[in-house]
Each structure stands twice: as structure tokens, then as C-alpha cells.
Nanobody, 118 residues
Framework: QVQLVESGGGLVQPGGSLRLSCAAS????????MGWYRQAPGKERELVAA????????NYADSVKGRFTISRDNAKNTVYLQMNSLRAEDAAMYYC???????????WGQGTQVTAAS
């Protein structure tokens, strides 16, 4: 099993920045990739950004390209999401995700709320 703990969400004015962190523990050797998903009320959960354990492959949703940056610190088993130029439409519950390299199982954090409002 893998446990994921997120931090860093909050309320920010449009145009502002936030950095989310997600620390993994447990069987971290089984993780292939980590990433961030978000879900707004009434909408489906969507991929925001993901990064493989080597850092070689990174994917972003089109809506966040150029504004968000995902990175990871393997020594700390932590992935980060730097969010700049936040917009009202970025408001959602953000979930950390890790994928098991052997089984394909997805692990999820408890979520952290991000709100961009005046």
C-alpha cells in the first residue's frame, strides 16, 4: 500500500500562485508515476499534471500548460505542483495520485481545496 498526504491548498486571488505538495509513504518502490487530478463541483475528475518516477515523462492538461509546473523530489518521495496565474476556473479539489508499476492500481490522497477568488 501507498499513502499520500497533500498540503498547500487555499484561497488566492486570481493571478496569484500556490504550491501543492504530496508526500508518499509505504511501498513507494512500487510507484511508477505521480500526479495531480482535480474535480470541481458537478464535473468529472480530470488530470492536471503527471510525472514519471524518472522525471523523463511529464504530461499537462492543455488548460494549465505554461502556468503550472509539476516536479518531484525522489529523496523525499514528494511531488509538487507549482500553480501560477491562477484563474477562477482552476478552483477545485486537487487530489494527489500515484500509480503502481506492477498492478496499475491508483492510490489517492484525501484532497486539498484550491480556490481563486477576489
Amino acid at each position: 500500500q501507498v499513502q499520500l498526504v497533500e498540503s498547500g491548498g487555499g484561497l488566492v486571488q486570481p493571478g496569484g500562485s500556490l504550491r501543492l505538495s504530496c508526500a508518499a509513504s509505504g511501498r513507494v518502490f512500487s510507484i511508477y508515476s505521480m500526479g495531480w487530478y482535480r474535480q470541481a463541483p458537478g464535473k468529472e475528475r480530470e488530470l492536471v499534471a503527471a510525472i514519471t518516477n524518472t522525471g523523463r515523462d511529464i504530461n499537462y492538461a492543455d488548460s494549465v500548460k505554461g502556468r503550472f509546473t509539476i516536479s518531484r523530489d525522489n529523496a523525499k518521495n514528494t511531488v509538487y505542483l507549482q500553480m501560477n496565474s491562477l484563474r477562477a476556473e482552476d478552483a477545485a479539489m486537487y487530489y494527489c495520485n500515484a500509480k503502481n508499476r506492477f498492478s496499475g492500481v491508483n492510490y489517492w490522497g484525501q484532497g486539498t481545496q484550491v480556490t481563486a477568488a477576489s
